[in-house]
């Protein structure tokens, strides 16, 4: 292994982290000084995860020369613990002499693989995750492997509810903690993230294709979970309505169990079920917890603790198989300071032209106080100076970098660069002649873009965050108990989650997100519209609040197929619920084909849609001789989209969900949504930072909410401005310097 050829620096003193509120925003502090949330990252991948080796040292340097000092490096205890009973530090010291010798001044963040060793796993088949739908796949076992190689085929892992697994790994990852805290590499880990399931980031093993976890360890976890819930059995008899219900002998669901009748599940009748999936949930937050209390106990200093978890938008329709449906147990555990995710892939998420976004409810995950780290894995298509397009190349490239980083500082929280390069991998398919010699950020025009977006951030962070948004979108997490899990079996929540928030920014508009459970602590005084997503899932005291304190202030509200449907107190399905939440008189009806929708003559685009290729089941109407109908069903006179005015709000009921931006660019436009230009681009606000994204380029006005309209000539092609988001001042325009200018400071 490498050693270094030249006098470590250590810190002085051990550093200490924290995140805390900076006017408003969550925000890391190192030894009490904030610092911008930009951090770059290795890959996990052989040949680019070792900080000591060439082609990491040389990334590391140069994004310390542009400011970025703090570094993120992937552990695990298979580098530590041996089979033997030894334990090894050297790979972790190494890590950060690394570090520490490409920036002396550099500050590192572990990602910590909990995640058992290969030998622990071979030795302990007892405790291995099975899967309700297939049997193991075998895995390769030669060459140099990923930690997380293979992960999302149904492979043999520990469950999650594995009792000797975290019983186990928790003593070797206290013994981690204790020995490791007292190197002096030591003194410049200011950060933990707590990994495991799927790529390390909390996913049940094989949710993607598959139905876990049916193994031994779950079924226990079920039955004690079942024994704390109802207490005794006559209990859990009558909600299960099952008189030969036990605890000794309750089972997790198989597949059969699983599949539903439409998109709803049975409340009563496939409890077990939904007792099931929350079961497993809790199992899984329980073990994030865990470790993170572990990590702030048993570090002897003040040090920074994430997760991956909050993933709610692009989780390809697997919310209930293996999503992270116990977000608010995770919000409000002190011992997590921050959650990350990969940002977005779809639908029209990566492509340039296409609205970079989160994976998670953002504006909930700030208003917990806690920080929310975007992994930007996304490759830049890097320009190559000889190339014929290096122009364009250049363009494109800042155009997508500036794009993704301005969503994160809008939102005040941050990212990491995820460097793949620097391993030679190619995720996004652009076959780059240096891949392997560079890393993907590797350009001086790409570095000194990190470095102005870097200080745009450390100045506005200086000013108190607001966000810029008049249209507040609500979604939920229980609701996926309640809907069809199988894959491909509920087309109706993608099409809410990850369609209409592609609609809205399609729209024009800056929209806010949050989690249902967070609405009473919101202020809803800057909201013009409030839409609910997948809020199916509704007590009656819910509904309540939301008519008595939401449906007011004349606003409008858009309501979404069925919203309030299911009443988990009292565990019944109601057309009755949803009529009283939205006020419009509503129908059952009855479709055999995959139902069309037809818009009608006051929408900008008037065509027809459909949502899935089967027939919808419940499907409801609107036939309230009160409300004014926008859209029908095709081949019926049932109201689809229909409007109905109170005296104090507005209510809309949508049927179905459009995978395309209408109708509800036209719905925000009647509601009054303030639209900030062309609908071929789509805008970021927040944190005193206006940005907008166009695939076309072209001369565009912006029209800011306070009436002043700002010309911008951009170039033709992609392009991304930022903007001050009170003058309309602009921030970052330009696209790149001059290619004699590069030859002369880079010579090939």
Known sequence: MHTPQKKLQYPATARTASVANLNGRPSIHIDGTPVSPLIYALTDVPSGRWSWEELPQHNIARFCERGIKLVQLDLSLQHIWKEDGSFDLSVAQRQIQGVLEACPSASVIFRFHVRAPLWWLKSHPQEWVAYADTDYVDEQSWGLLRIIEHDNNPVRRVSMASRLWREEITIQFKRFLTEFSATPESRALVGIQVANGVYGEWHNWGFFDNEPDVSEPMTQAFRDWLKNKYGNVDTLRQAWGQPDADFATAQTPGVEQRRTDGIFRDPKRQAAVVDFYDCMHQVTADAIIHFAQTVKEDWPRPIIVGTFYGYFFSCFGRHAAGGHLHLQRILDCDAIDYLSGPQAYEPEAIELGDPYRSRSLIDSVRMHGKLWLDEMDCEPKTPILKDSDYSERVQQSVADLRRNTAFSLTKGMGLWYYDFNVSGVD???????????????????????????????????????????????????????????????????????????????????????????????????????????????????????????????????????????????????????????????????SIDAPPTVELGDCFAEATSYTVGDSPISPLFAAEDVKAETLARFAGSDSAAIARKTFPNHTSWFVSLPSKATEPFRTLLERCGAHCYGEPDAFFYGGSGILATHSLSGGQREIRLPNGKTISLPLPPGPATVILDGSTGEILLNEYGVDRGELVEAYPE
């Open 427 to 589: 995720l996004d398919g652009y076959t780059h002649p240096l891949c392997g010699s560079q890393g993907n950020w590797d350009h001086p025009v790409l570095l000194r873009e990190i470095e102005r977006l870097r200080e745009l951030q450390a100045a506005y962070a200086k000013q108190p965050h607001s966000s810029m948004a008049d249209v507040l979108m609500v979604y939920d997490t229980k609701s996926f108990y309640y809907t069809a899990s199988l894959k491909h079996s509920d087309p109706i929540s993608p099409a809410l989650l990850d369609h209409l928030t592609l609609a809205a920014f399609r729209s024009g508009v800056v929209f806010d997100t949050i989690h249902l459970d967070d609405l009473p602590q919101m202020d809803l005084s800057p909201y013009r519209v409030i839409v609910f997503g997948n809020t199916f899932a509704l007590n009656a005291d819910m509904r309540q609040w939301i008519q008595s304190k939401v449906a007011c202030n004349g606003r409008h509200l858009i309501w979404n197929y069925a919203p309030g449907y299911i009443s988990p107190q009292d565990r019944s399905a109601s057309l009755q619920n949803v009529e009283e939440l939205c006020g419009i008189k509503l129908k059952e009806i």
